[in-house]
């Protein structure tokens, strides 16, 4: 009975575990367990996605600010072109400030600005007010991006730089669809000023999850595994925590220039279809509020896809070539050849679905370029990569300063929506002339007589990376 008794009690007690069942137990909570790149990844493109939103509102909702203010469409041209003012002058602050602090720190403290300057919107009462809010969410939002390529040169190898950064900037179009509607939702349900304040809080949201997760180092993240770290791009490669090299300025401004010039030629029309495209719909075609936010929706949602596109045919046409020029140079003059040929039809058809659709087209071709420049300065200087992609999103702040100002003059001046659209027309032809001297096959600390860095591209990829 006492031994019936003792067998019963043995096949109920716990025993401990063998480091064998240990050691599987761990794997399967490997196996469950989401890859560390791919959550990163998807912080990245909500960021992209909030920061447009941010950006955006104010388009979206321009029509109505613009009667309950009393503004005039110069007036709402200066305070698009406010923002564009603060926000190219800290792309190259925030591009050194995050080489040298890292990309947490930097996306902390920016996105903390830029939820004071979009709740400071909804409170704006005119024009002074606006343009100020405006400028403040410049700040915010300059050094945004650079220390996001800070971030992506650190956690993804060159092999997948265009994808990830079409990715994270196609969540940036869809951020730009959404907007129209969203905020008409929210109009419709509060106000213009409710909606501002709303949005900021998404963001208070985002940069709380972004602080506690995110890490400079892939490394020395929590939940790396021995995979994805072999995955990582070489620590040699890259400055994997800080750059304490000192800034090359003379060299890095001459082998940049040329990708500025590009990029301000694709910020003339960007701008224009970020800033102005609701109100283009709303008072240029005659559409309400819900019709207009529908038809600047559906142009975004093109470029959400032209932007994935752009990233994913660049690195194919990288691992089938190895050639950086193919992938990147090459495709930029492609997709700018796309972009000018179906913006041509703007300026003379009459019919609203035709006019919608070349849109559409058109600014699919121009966000298939996104991907690819953005990977330029992630090729030729991973170390100062920060600073390099502050330069070259400076070109495009620089056409936001003027871009908006000059469609809201000629506006008022003319009566005609279409017009604005010819300097783009030829700022895209400019574009074209100025990717030939672009040369992201040869890296920062190479002469301009060195050997391509095809060859290293080449090896990369052989080996997975």
């Not at 040929?341 to 679905?353: I, Q």
């Amino acid at each position: 009975m006492f031994s019936r008794d003792c067998d019963a009690s043995d096949r109920h007690a716990v025993r401990p575990r063998t480091r064998a069942q240990q050691a599987s137990e761990e794997t399967q909570e490997m196996l469950h367990r989401p890859r560390v790149t791919r959550s990163v990844l998807a912080l990245m493109c909500a960021m992209s996605f909030i920061m447009y939103l941010d950006r955006v509102n104010l388009s979206a909702a321009a029509g109505l600010i613009r009667d309950d203010l009393h503004l005039t469409n110069t007036d709402i041209g200066l305070v698009f072109g406010a923002f564009a003012y603060t926000y190219a002058i800290c792309q190259v602050i925030g591009g050194w400030f995050s080489d040298r602090f890292g990309a947490k720190t930097t996306l902390v403290l920016c996105a903390s600005i830029w939820i004071v300057a979009t709740i400071a919107t909804g409170f704006a009462g005119g024009v002074v007010s606006l343009f100020c809010a405006r400028m403040l969410l410049g700040v915010g939002e300059g050094a945004a991006l650079p220390a996001q390529a800070r971030a992506l040169v650190n956690w993804y190898p060159a092999s997948k730089r265009g994808f990830v950064q079409g990715l994270t900037h196609s969540f940036s179009r869809l951020g730009n669809a959404l907007t129209p509607p969203l905020i008409a939702l929210l109009v419709a349900f509060a106000s213009w000023r409710a909606s501002f304040v709303l949005v900021g809080a998404l963001t208070a949201v985002w940069v709380g999850v972004y602080a506690w997760y995110f890490a400079d180092n892939p490394r020395k993240h929590r939940h790396m595994t021995a995979e994805e770290e072999a995955e990582l791009p070489p620590e040699d490669k890259v400055a994997v925590d800080k750059t304490r090299e000192p800034t090359p300025w003379g060299r890095l401004l001459k082998r940049i220039s040329p990708t500025m010039i590009v990029y301000f030629c694709y910020g003339w029309t960007g701008w224009l279809f970020f800033t102005w495209l609701p109100t283009f719909f709303m008072h240029g075609r005659g559409l309400d509020l819900k019709s207009s936010a529908l038809f600047s929706a559906g142009v975004f949602l093109s470029g959400v896809v032209g932007n994935t596109a752009g990233g994913v045919i660049s690195d194919r046409i990288l691992k089938r070539t190895g050639s950086v020029v193919s992938a990147r140079r090459n495709m930029i003059i492609v997709a700018f050849l796309g972009a000018l040929v179906f913006l041509a039809p703007v300026m003379v058809v009459k019919s609203l679905p035709v006019m919608a659709a070349s849109l559409s087209l058109s600014f699919f071709f121009l966000e298939m370029t996104i991907g690819p420049i953005w990977a330029v300065p992630m090729d030729i200087t991973p170390k100062h990569v920060g600073i390099a992609s502050g330069l070259v999103n400076a070109g495009s702040a620089i056409a936001g300063i003027f871009s908006p100002i000059v469609f809201g003059f000629v506006v008022d001046r003319t009566g005609s929506w279409t017009l604005p659209f010819a300097g783009s027309l030829g700022l895209l032809a400019v574009g074209i002339v100025m990717t030939f001297f672009m040369r992201p096959d040869i890296a920062l600390d190479r002469g301009a007589g060195s050997a391509s860095d095809d060859d290293a591209a080449r090896e990369e990829l052989k080996f997975g990376r």
